[in-house]
Every structure is written in C-alpha cells, then in structure tokens.
T-cell receptor
Framework: EAGVAQSPRYKIIEKRQSVAFWCNPI?????LYWYQQILGQGPKLLIQ????????DSQLPKDRFSAERLKGVDSTLKIQPAKLEDSAVYLC??????????????FGPGTRLTVT | AQSVTQLGSHVSVSEGALVLLRCNYS??????LFWYVQYPNQGLQLLLK??????LVKGINGFEAEFKKSETSFHLTKPSAHMSDAAEYFC????????????FGQGTRLTINP
C-alpha cells in the first residue's frame, strides 16, 4: 500500500513570494490534515478536510494561507505572501473515516519550507 | 481543550539502558493517546496508541506505554536502548469522537550514547 505522498520535499523562497504544496493521501482515506511543524516544536494542525469539505480551519492564517481538496482526493496548501515565520515543515496526514483503524493518522514525509 | 506536556526536551541514555520518555495530558473527554517517532528529514511514524482498551500498550521496536488515568500520564518506555532509537519522539492526544484532531507535545529528542 502506497503511503502519503508530498511534493516538493524542499522549497526555498524569498519573503512576499507565493508557494504551493501538494499532498496525495492514501487511497480510500476520506480525512486529510495539514500540519505546520516549526523547528523544535510539535506539529500544529492547520486544516482538516473530510472528503472535499473543511472540518476545522480554526488555526489557519486565512489572510495568507489557503487550502483546497478538489474531488476529495489530492490537496494543495498555498501561502501568499510568505513571511519569514512561515519557515517550517508542512506535513500532510490522512485517515480512514470508519473502521477498526480509523483513529490512526498516516503522515507523509513533509515539505521543508525556508523563507529568506 | 486538550494539551500535552512532554517533560524533558532532550533525553540521553547509554546503549542498553532503560528509556523513559514522559508525557502528561489534559483532556475534558476520554482521550486517545499516541506516541510518534520522527527520524531526521522524515515524517512521523506511529509507535503505539491507546484507544480505551488495555492500559498497557505495546508498540513497534520494543516500546510500550502505560495509560494512567489518575496521573493523566502516558509515559513511553523501552527496557534496553539501541543506537537506532535515536530520534525525536512526540506524544499526542485526540478526542475519542468527533473530528479527532491530534494535539502534539513539543517533542523529546532521544540521544543514545555508545
């Protein structure tokens, strides 16, 4: 079974530029999460999707961050314009919605963003 | 609201020694609890989980954790450390129902001395 795929793995941009990250969850996983992990901290949830609908985006800085999950499969997270404090690893995770293992989230390798 | 506190941002043990990583949680509803491991430049891998069944949970790579409701703790242990255990470890809590989003602790970096 293929895991959660993310691209790119690394990205370096200047402040005020825009950037987009892509995530392909495990096949059949209806729930998708984006987390931000700043160096030295634990991951923090940015947004949660159930199929193509948003369940929780309370911690997403909506003035600069946006995310979508068209057709309930792949997802894209965008930052526009980027700030220095956006430097972090962006992790995508997916989860089954029902069934015995529905509580377990599977994480992708992450995208490391450096804003200069 | 839920929260997790990991005591000690850095733990160092000798190879073959006991590993103990501490985690305390706060939750207003019955929680699910998790330990994840993160190797450099990789995503998070689930070590073990507590989902209201047995309070002593066994995971991969010889790790185990015990859920103690009275102490609101979920400490991670391994009897004998191996060099390959060197990594960052995260404790996380989620609600047992609803959106089940994970709230993570700040992490504990485990170093193994030869």
């Amino acid at each position: 079974e293929a895991g959660v795929a993310q691209s790119p793995r690394y990205k370096i941009i200047e402040k005020r530029q825009s950037v987009a990250f892509w995530c392909n969850p495990i096949s059949g996983h209806a729930t998708l999460y984006w987390y931000q992990q700043i160096l030295g901290q634990g991951p923090k949830l940015l947004i949660q999707f159930q199929n193509n609908g948003v369940v929780d985006d309370s911690q997403l800085p909506k003035d600069r961050f946006s995310a979508e999950r068209l057709k309930g499969v792949d997802s894209t997270l965008k930052i526009q314009p980027a700030k220095l404090e956006d430097s972090a690893v962006y992790l995508c995770a997916s989860r089954l919605t029902s069934g015995k293992s529905s509580y377990e989230q599977y994480f992708g390798p992450g995208t490391r963003l450096t804003v200069t | 609201a839920q929260s997790v506190t990991q005591l000690g941002s850095h733990v160092s043990v000798s190879e073959g020694a006991l590993v103990l990583l501490r985690c305390n949680y706060s939750s207003s509803v019955p929680p699910y609890l998790f330990w994840y491991v993160q190797y450099p430049n990789q995503g998070l891998q689930l070590l073990l989980k507590y989902t209201s069944a047995a309070t002593l949970v066994k995971g991969i790579n010889g790790f185990e954790a015990e859920f103690k409701k009275s102490e609101t703790s979920f400490h991670l242990t391994k009897p004998s450390a191996h060099m390959s255990d060197a990594a960052e470890y995260f404790c996380a809590v989620s609600e047992s129902q609803g959106a089940q989003k994970l709230v993570f602790g700040q992490g504990t970096r485990l170093t193994i001395n030869p």
